[in-house]
């Protein structure tokens, strides 16, 4: 069973960044697509970027100019570069790794606030 574990989370201020990082546990065969999602509370979870094995990423229009996704695919891992936060960024933020099937990090907290 794969697992992906997130880490980098936390409290910052407006205008601050975070890295968020993931990695899974062991090499997932037929990869396609590595991403970041976020839930923020009564809101759906909706997908923040992506980027596919041979590197070609996708932004949602809110964090673009903001955001880097990067991975690193000796090590399994995709990471997420957070610089000018706002509070709107504040949520739940999940990585998650599509190949056959997809896979869940357990999600990691992110808090924009003075």
């Known amino acids: 069973q794969v697992q992906l574990v997130e880490s980098g989370g936390g409290l910052v201020q407006p205008g601050g960044s975070l890295r968020l990082s993931c990695a899974a546990s062991?090499?997932?065969?037929?990869?396609?697509?590595m991403g970041w999602y976020r839930q923020a509370p009564g809101k759906e979870r909706e997908l923040v970027a992506e980027?596919?094995?041979?590197?070609?990423?996708r932004y949602i229009d809110s964090v673009k100019g903001r955001f880097t996704i990067s991975k690193d695919s000796a090590k399994n891992s995709v990471y997420l570069q957070m610089n000018s936060l706002k509070p709107g960024d504040t949520a739940v933020y999940f990585c998650?790794?599509?190949?056959?099937?997809?896979?869940w990090g357990q999600g990691t907290q992110v808090t924009v606030s003075a």
């Open positions: 980027i596919t094995t041979s590197g070609i990423t």
């Open positions: 062991r090499i997932i065969f037929g990869l396609n697509v």
């Open positions: 998650s790794f599509l190949a056959a099937a997809r896979y």
